[in-house]
Nanobody, 120 residues
Framework: QVQLVESGGGLVQAGGSLRLSCAAS????????MGWFRQAPGKEREFVAA??????????TYADSVKGRFTISGDNVKNTVHLQMNSLKPEDTAVYYC???????????WGRGTQVTVSS
């Protein structure tokens, strides 16, 4: 069984920064990709950023709403992923979830989430 644990959430003022981290534990696996999703109150979960690996080459994608402000990084050997969030806005307030997948397609594993609150 694989567990993903997020850390680094908190309360920050608009314009501030936070760094989220996620680490996998439990059964050993090689991740094809890891990503971040978020869910704000009353809204559906949405994609934030993802990184996928082909060998040692990583491909990164971002939601348009976070491009230029958020940076994802990760290690597919250690199965860790980070999300550096700068210039945070109140609309970034949400529970942020880490996810991992072993092959192309749907994500296999999900963390329990970490709360990010951005005050205006």
């Amino acid at each position: 069984q694989v567990q993903l644990v997020e850390s680094g959430g908190g309360l920050v003022q608009a314009g501030g920064s936070l760094r989220l981290s996620c680490a996998a534990s439990g059964r050993t696996f090689t991740s094809y990709g890891m990503g971040w999703f978020r869910q704000a109150p009353g809204k559906e979960r949405e994609f934030v950023a993802a990184i996928s690996w082909t060998g040692s080459i990583g491909t990164i994608t971002y939601a348009d709403s976070v491009k230029g402000r958020f940076t994802i990084s990760g290690d597919n050997v250690k199965n860790t992923v980070h999300l550096q969030m700068n210039s945070l806005k109140p609309e970034d307030t949400a529970v942020y979830y880490c996810a991992a997948r072993e092959v192309v397609g749907a994500y296999d594993y999900w963390g329990r989430g970490t709360q990010v609150t951005v005050s205006s």
